[in-house]
């Protein structure tokens, strides 16, 4: 078989899965057991046979070439066709599920072709839900392949996306749909033990609380460790490996973006205008959603004073307490790591938010900032958890580059990149004298960063939005760049001029 042939073959092969899969939209298959299995089986053989017509018979290394000349991956016809039905796959599963067979009387179509392995894992029928869950590990999975295939002369990458893979099928698919199988009679709250707050912005709402505690020994236990990550676990983590540890070797969204958003990366925007949007856009999304688990906790202790340890009014001290503590540390100790806009920045708003709480808990109204707070929980579900995570983040990898959401839109980013930037071991060295100025760091840097401007200064990386992927020490042709966890001591380094241009 020629090089050509197992190309067009293994296409053949793959589209024919996706074509009995897509088919139970109009069809209602009797055995959908044999349709699933055999339509998985079918893309994954297909996806795999592809993946080795294109990295199979070549020499490991570098392998971009081409990205700019090929529809797909450069905002061409095949690009923006994606997109389209990426972002109407979204839409469909937030606010049109009935379009893919979902009914609470018994699904049909798409979504039913999922029971027999919904059946099989948590026991119960599938959803839409199910049925996204399903595809996107799957979509991991097989890219991961692809992408350990193509990045095999890295260590480092090979390693990385073993543990996004294992995460996504492990933490976020299988353990949370057997716990549910076992534990038929609890309400729905969250099993993903990875899956932490502010990503999982319900994590403090009123019901997920009142599910998590009634859970019994689960729900306590998830409880738990949920509060030991957010205060513990990955403050810890960020402080000796940085964001990294979360953003590119353990979240599932960093996952998809990783493997799936791999042929996408080059298209991230890598203007100075954008970094400056980035920055406001995500600190926002922070706020916003800080503001929103403040008024949800509020709710809950208003509805079930007896199952708290504290009353609302001393939440609130805690909060003002916490947030003056903590401002008072960072511009004591830390306000050179500040830019001057951010430092302002993070002065108003933080604040803007003590004065709130404090008029609020004196004027003892029963709403932040007037609103209920399932007004605040629908619209940052409705605008970020949906909307942008989903349908722009997503539905937009081939239009503006693979880590949308986690560049403009995750709260969970904002707060670990902040952390990087001033208390944390992580940074890139770069060895400036070896840089021939090729620019592929820069161009295949999935968050916007001008890598190549650091390394001609010879100037350490420490940049909040870094997610530790590693690309661009991967895509270098002269190891110039090394993504290391060191003392704290100089590692911001500020060098005014490339390496050899001193006047
Ligand atoms: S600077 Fe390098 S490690 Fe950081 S996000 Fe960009 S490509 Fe990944
Ligand atoms: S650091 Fe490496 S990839 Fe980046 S411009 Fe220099 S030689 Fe090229």
Redesign the pocket.
Known sequence: MTFLSLKKTSLIIGLTGLLLLLSALGFEYSNPELFLSSSLILIAAGSLFYFASLYGNQLSGIKNNQVWFHALSSRGDWGWLLGLVLTGFYVAIYWFPEVLGYSQEGSSGLVQLFDPLSYLLNGKPATQWFLYGSLYTFAILLFGVKFIWKYRHNRYQIIRTLSVMFFQFGFAFMIPELLSKLNPELDYFAKDLKNMWPLNYYFLDEWHLTNLLNGGNLGMFFLIFGLALIFVISPILTYFYGKRWYCSWVCGCGALAETAGDPFRQLSSKKISVWKFERWMIHAVLVFVFITTIATVWSFLSAHPNQSFMTKEQFIIGVVVFLILIMATLFYWKRNGFDKDARYGLLSIGIIIIAILSVHLFSGKDHILFFPSYKFQQWYGFGIGAAFSGVLGVGFYPILGSRVWCRFGCPMAALLGMQQRLLSRFRIT???G?????????TYCEMGID??A???RGENIVRSSCVGCGV??A???????KLENDTMENRITDVPYPLGNKL
């Open positions: 770069t060895n400036g070896q840089c021939i100025s090729c620019g592929n760091c820069s890598v190549r650091y390394a001609q661009c020490s895509v270098c042709p002269r190891g110039v760049l």
